[in-house]
Every structure is written in C-alpha cells, then in structure tokens.
C-alpha cells in the first residue's frame, strides 16, 4: 500500500547520516568521521566498496579497534599487497611468475639504471604505491632512462607521498588477463575464472570480458591454479583480484593484487551465477565457502564497456 511504502521510505531515511560535505577528502576519505558515523548507527560491520578507503589498511585497522568488521582483507594483507615492490617479492618466493626486474625497492636514477641493464630494455619504470597509470614510464634505453625515472618520481611523489620505485621489463603488446579469487578465513581458496581487460586507454581499462577468447582451459587451469598460489601465500581473505600480463607466446606474470572487489565484478557473476557481495559478507561473518573449485562452471560470455570522462 502507499502507506506502507511511505513508512518504509521513513525507516531508510531515518537510517541515513551525513559523513561531510561534497568534497571527497571531507567525506569519504575522512576515517574518523565514517566511523563516527558507523558507532552513532550501530554498525557492526562496514563495505568499503571499490574506491575510496576500499584498499587503505589504516581504515582496515581503524575498523578493528572500533570493533567494526571491515568486509575485506586484514590490514596487514592490504598494506602487503598494496605496495607493488613488496608484493613482487611476495610472489617470487611463493614461487608465482613475475615479470623480470627489481628485487628490492628502487629509489635513485643510478640504482635503476642497474636493473635496467641486468634487465634488457625496454623495461617500465614503476611506482611502488602507484596506480591507475599514475607514476609510470616506459624506457626504451639509457638515453631517456633518468628523465623518465624522475618524472615517474615526482608523480608518485605528489600523488600517493611515496618516491619508492622498481624497475621491470615492458612486455609488448600484451593482455591483461585478471582472476577473480575468493578466500575464507578457514584457508579455503578458490577462482572464479578470468576477465580480459586487454583494452585500455591511458592505463585505464575499456572493455571488460569474461571469459577471455585468449586463453585455452589448460592455460586457464595454470593462471588460476597460480592465482589462488598467490592468494594462499598471504593468507588472503575475502575477495580479491590477481592480475596478470600474458605475452605473445602465452607466458603469464603476476603483475599486481587488488585487494577488493572491482568494478567490474558483474561480469564474473554473469558466467558464473554466483553473488560476490554476498559471498563477501558471508565470508566476513565468519562462515565457510559454500563453493569448491569443481563446483565453479563458467557459462556464457559476459561483457562491460566503460565510458571515461576526459578533456580531448
């Protein structure tokens, strides 16, 4: 009935409190004051999303102390897995295929010219916190090498106040192939197959398909059986992304995890009919998967096509 619509309308706004005004580093990048607002509602338990604080370990450990359950990887994991020098070397001794380059953080023109040469160019000149095509250069030899690797800096520098780098080799001509994985707290892990974000601009992707038409279902059975290896090494909970390079010649190389859910989750859960969030607050509430890896069947073709804003 209309009065009972309008007492439900009621109920979700009384449930509703402001966080801050527009501006985001006022709202939804204020810790303190989602929590505020989390303890004033009574809430036991909080999704970050995909953007924002969603990959932030000091919110994580902030939820922790406020007894709030973060619905996401521990903090530690977030902060492991978030710097992208770290996390290489994470993966190297857990024996998951990288790309070659750096072992250590990087952070003088000297240090990477080092590498750079150990490596063969062309190499990608990276920062450690980066992100989103944010303090990156390719270098195609020692003559453009300092230029680039400064201003790669100076962009980390500015947008993440981090100046550690690392250098790896530029796989040409590339795909990006990335595996959804999930993880309980019991050390069950699964993947729920690929997604093809081979399309992009400015680093940032276009298309989204699901299942990628590169790969073979042996190579899909290795990528995935490495993608959960990586999750497994650190004690990855909750949802999460592995992505991986694959080159001309159909090798792969751990590139980097997202530890959260991504935009672009729908089309996994279109093949595969399985809810991720809700997979996600059950996982965050304690319980097991309901799901084992011989269980997960990819059905169909699913595809996402991103419109990005940019002044031309």
Not at 99 to 111: A, D, L, R
Not at 206 to 231: C, D, F, H, T, W
Request: hydrophobic share 40%; charged share 25%; proline share 4%.
């Amino acid at each position: 009935s209309t009065q009972s619509r309008s007492s439900a309308a009621s109920d979700v706004y009384k449930r509703q409190i402001c966080i801050g005004p527009a501006p985001s580093a006022e709202s939804y990048l204020n810790m303190e004051q989602i929590l505020t607002a989390c303890v004033a509602m009574k809430a036991d338990a909080i999704h970050p999303g995909f953007g924002f604080l969603s990959e932030n370990a000091r919110f994580a450990e902030l939820c922790e102390k406020c007894h709030i359950r973060f619905i996401g990887p521990p903090a530690e994991v977030i902060h492991r897995m978030g710097n992208k020098s770290e996390a290489r070397k994470t993966m190297m001794e857990a024996g998951v295929p990288v790309i070659p380059g750096s072992k250590e953080p990087v952070f003088t023109v000297e240090e990477g010219l080092k590498t750079a040469r150990e490596v063969g160019f062309p190499v990608m000149i990276k920062a450690s916190s980066g992100g989103g095509g944010k303090g990156m250069r390719v270098s195609y030899g020692e003559d453009d090498f300092a230029s680039n690797f400064q201003n790669a800096q100076m962009e980390s520098v500015k947008g993440f106040s981090d100046d550690t780098m690392y250098i790896e080799r530029f796989v040409e001509r590339p795909r990006h192939i990335e595996f959804q994985i999930l993880a309980d707290s019991f050390g069950n892990v699964v993947h729920l197959g690929e997604r093809d974000c081979s399309i992009q601009r400015r680093h940032q992707k276009l298309l989204e398909e699901a299942p990628s038409a590169a790969i073979s279902e042996e190579l899909r059975e290795r990528m995935g059986q490495a993608a959960v290896k990586a999750a497994r090494s650190v004690h990855y909970e909750n949802a999460g992304t592995i992505e991986f390079l694959l080159d001309k010649n159909k090798e792969f190389y751990f590139m980097e995890m997202n530890t959260r859910i991504q935009v672009e989750h729908p089309v996994t859960e279109e093949i595969t009919g399985f809810d991720l969030v809700e997979l996600q607050f059950n996982i965050a509430a304690g319980r097991k998967l309901p799901l084992r890896q011989s269980q997960i069947r990819l059905t169909g073709w699913s595809i996402e096509c991103r419109i990005n804003a940019e002044d031309v």
